[in-house]
């Protein structure tokens, strides 16, 4: 009944091939799924910033740091910047470095041929600039649990049917990326030789995902059919705004002045 | 092919963003009217489709690896109204969720990677299609369409980046934003995307088709009926084609150069070669010789200092007590 | 063949694996009974090579599995091939577009010539009863013919471990005996045979060892299946009857 070769044991050499593809496909669906469960979860105890007003604040220190020409307000905003900073968690603060000076040195890279012919200038504010606004856009995520930050968009003015969706894609993310991390393991497990079709393999999984899909939002439809949704998708009133909050608003109504009077 | 704040001026920003206001209205209103209710958790997944498709790295010959944007492919698995407002979404999450930045430029995002390339795409896909029959046809058509699209979409950045130079300097004529004019962003944005990024694009995006066809072929959206006549490929080769005229039209909009800025570096003082430019852009009260503004006096600029130091302090002390936890942590544990 | 010492593993910030010591030899057939969140499929995973322990130390076949281990790519292929792993989820297993493909991606990865491929892959469909089923998607198949294509995938490539994940969740009466059967063959031609289960009632006269883990992710209790599973009060006493 047995075929005699899975009686025996085989002495196997395997032909070399690269797996570079599989294992930083990996390694990126790691990453985004790790920070998904970091950042869903209700762990914060600590009440914070409301999030509408950490979403204005970052719009509008990005949106004034890329407009600033004085170096002078620049460097405000680079305060500012490092003042949030140091009143966040060690981790926090290590990540969006590191997002910083990534960005900062990749900037750098791609500009510095302008700076042979005299833009020097140029290549130095643009870096500091991109500095301070990834900080800044890195800061947000990394300080604000996520369903605050979808909420928080909801709250101006937007159709609750953008904030389901949004909610949802995030949701399906983690689902869809969790089985194409499963799919990208079981593709490993079995590269056991030389792999001639590795796009192929790949596209496989992207493949399945897709019909995956398919099931996975017919099952949401089903669930939402069964619960009656009419559309409105919002519940409870949105909290009154601290101290904390007020200060905050104040401080990016000063940096506006500031710009008015300065910055240009 | 994501497109960072600070590259692009924020007024330029602006425009795309308006420009992709009245798309992403009648994209709305189409997908509402072609799925009704199930459109929620459709745009959903569609957008969660679209994030994980550039997330996978997709090996090029010659061992390294790329990411493909996937704007072509759900534009022919779901259509191109949704394909745009599932990429749109899914940059979103990216820039606002996973801290990528492009908040500033996600209007000029959205119009490269979910207008231009998804629409583009389908465009070219469905017009070879309908004239080429058989597996043979469909295969070039869907290779046609992604490599061309995401070209194209490339091309889109490449003149958003290379107009900052005119569109955006200061007094001096110095480049605020992206530095490099036309003749250099085209170029740098067209050769790495014809010769990998759009083979990688097309390759992913094929096989994927294929793999959908083979095991369920109900799944990809019905084209609607209705020849495309050979008048619009044309137009839309001509608009495609139209900014590379911008780099034969002239100096005012193409050859603006690197001669051109040494000579109008240093408050109109032509140099007379560019180790002085050089020179005079590394001397630090050149750069900061706005610090004390008129009307505000220095200690303001002391004051900004001091409390930037402050803060420096407080980050590196936090991040040395991080240090140090974690090197207890592994003393006392293992870590593989 | 399989040890491990003092092996511990935690999964963001979650306890997994405390204190794992397991010593596995060639051709024993051991089962992994535990409660749900034990850690039996997390070991898996660690045996397999998808996740490296925190503390202590994994060897296979006198080699120690580390993380330098697995980056040499001449080992990392001959470990996949010598230890199997069939998922719990047969969904994610599977990513090619026929059942046929599915199976014979693992013989032409070996380099194996195209007639030793399609015999091979005619033999796993033929053991697993598949046969029929060698043109069609696997996307379409119901959960047991899934499982057998899962199986076949993984049994073409010979491995001389085989490690399974609650295999029989999901099936209907006649798949489980199916499997069961051939689990048994498999364990008389020399494999050596791992299963996480919860269900052990299947398993009984299949494995000859068991391996007990406790809700608080330790091993409770190693020794013969049998006595195990006799033994009323201790199967009680740990949410595993």
């Given at each position: 009944m047995t075929p005699a070769w899975l009686l025996r044991n085989e002495a196997y050499t395997p032909p070399s091939d690269s797996d570079a593809f599989l294992d930083r496909s990996v390694r990126s669906f790691l990453g985004v799924l790790s920070l998904i469960r970091s950042r869903t979860g209700y762990t914060r105890e600590r009440r914070g910033l409301d999030a509408r007003v950490k979403l204005v604040s970052t719009f509008v220190l990005i949106l004034f740091t890329s407009l600033a020409q004085r170096p002078l307000f620049v460097g405000l905003c680079g305060t500012v910047l490092l003042v949030s900073l140091s009143l966040c968690a060690a981790e926090v603060i290590v990540e969006v470095l590191k997002a910083c000076f990534a960005a900062g040195a990749f900037t750098a890279v791609i500009l510095l041929p302008s700076a042979f012919w005299g833009n020097t200038a140029g290549v130095l504010v643009v870096t500091v600039k991109v500095l301070i606004c990834v900080g800044v856009a890195r800061l947000l995520p990394a300080t604000t649990e996520w369903r605050a930050v979808t909420r928080g968009l909801g709250s101006?003015?937007?159709?609750d049917i953008f904030v389901l969706v949004l909610d949802l894609t995030l949701r399906y993310i983690a689902i869809l990326g969790a089985l194409s991390l499963d799919m990208l393991y079981a593709l490993r497990l079995r590269s056991v030789g030389r792999n001639h079709s590795k796009t192929r393999s790949l596209s496989g999984i992207a493949g399945t995902l897709f019909l995956k899909s398919r099931v996975v939002a017919e099952a949401t439809y089903a669930a939402m059919e069964c619960r009656c949704f009419s559309g409105t998708y919002r519940g409870g009133q949105p909290q009154a705004l601290g101290v904390a909050d007020a200060f905050v608003l104040s401080a990016d109504a000063a940096l506006i002045v500031v710009f008015a009077l300065i910055g240009a | 092919m994501h497109i960072p704040d600070n590259y692009l001026s924020p007024a330029t920003c602006a425009v795309m963003g308006a420009v992709m206001v009245p798309v992403w209205t009648v994209a709305v209103r189409k997908v509402t009217k072609e799925v009704e209710r199930a459109r929620v958790p459709l745009l959903g997944i569609g957008a969660a489709l679209s994030f994980l498709v550039m997330m996978f790295n997709v090996p090029v010959p010659g061992g390294t690896t790329a990411h493909a944007v996937g704007g072509t492919l759900l534009a022919i698995v779901l259509g191109p109204w949704s394909a745009c407002i599932s990429v749109s979404i899914a940059l979103l999450v990216q820039a606002l969720l996973f801290g990528d930045g492009g908040i500033l430029a996600f209007g000029a995002n959205c119009f490269n990677m979910a207008f231009v390339l998804p629409f583009l795409g389908y465009f070219i896909y469905r017009f070879i299609s309908q004239r080429v029959k058989g597996q043979a046809g469909e295969y070039v058509a869907v290779v046609a369409g992604s490599h061309v699209g995401i070209n194209i979409a490339a091309l889109a950045a490449a003149i958003e980046f290379g107009l900052q130079p005119v569109l955006a300097h200061n007094a001096a004529g110095l480049p605020l934003y992206c530095p490099y004019p036309l003749s250099v962003s085209i170029p740098a944005m067209l050769i790495p995307h014809l010769a990998v990024a759009g083979v990688v694009e097309a390759g992913f995006t094929a096989a994927i088709v294929a793999f959908i066809r083979r095991v369920s072929p109900g799944m990809i959206r019905e084209a609607p009926s209705g020849k495309i006549r050979w008048i619009y490929a044309v137009i839309v080769v001509m608009i495609c084609l139209s900014p590379l005229g911008l780099l034969a039209a002239g100096t005012a909009w193409g050859e603006w150069g690197p001669e051109e800025i040494a000579s109008v570096a240093n408050s109109g003082k032509a140099l007379g070669y560019v180790p002085a430019g050089m020179q005079n852009g590394l001397k630090l009260n050149a750069l900061l010789q706005d610090y004390s503004v008129k009307g505000l006096p220095d200690i303001v600029g002391y004051i900004i200092s001091a409390v930037a130091g402050a803060a420096i302090l407080v980050i590196l002390f936090r991040i040395f007590s991080l240090i140090g936890k974690s090197g207890r942590d592994r003393a006392r544990g293992g870590t593989a | 063949m399989i040890t491990l010492s003092n092996v511990s593993y935690a999964y963001e910030g979650n306890a997994a694996l405390c204190g794992i010591d397991i010593d596995i030899p060639r051709g024993s057939s051991v089962a992994f009974i535990g409660p749900n969140g034990s850690g039996k499929s997390t070991l898996l995973k660690l045996l397999n090579g998808i996740v490296l322990p925190d503390a202590g130390r994994y060897s296979f076949d006198g080699e120690l599995v580390t993380r330098d281990a697995l980056r040499n790519q001449a080992f990392v292929r001959r470990f996949h091939k010598r230890i199997g792993f069939l998922f719990q989820n047969s969904e994610a297993q599977l990513f090619c577009p026929s059942v046929k493909e599915e199976v014979a991606f693992g013989p032409r990865q070996m380099g194996l010539d195209e007639r030793e491929v399609a015999d091979r892959t005619n033999d796993c469909l033929e053991l697993l009863d598949i046969a029929r089923l060698a043109q069609r998607s696997p996307w379409h198949l119901s959960e047991g013919e899934k499982r057998k294509v899962a199986f076949a995938s993984v049994l073409a490539l010979n491995p001389e471990v085989l490690a399974l994940d609650e295999p029989l969740n999901g099936l209907d009466p006649r798949t489980k005996c199916f499997l069961r059967e051939l689990v048994v063959s498999l364990r008389d031609a020399g494999k050596t045979i791992l299963c996480a289960t919860h269900d052990f009632h299947y398993v009984e006269g299949v494995f000859s060892d068991a391996v007990v883990f406790s809700a608080d992710h330790r091993i409770v209790r190693t020794g013969g299946l049998e006595e195990i599973v006799a033994d009323r009060g201790f199967l009680e006493a740990n949410n595993l009857l």
């Open positions: 101006f003015r937007v159709p | - | -």
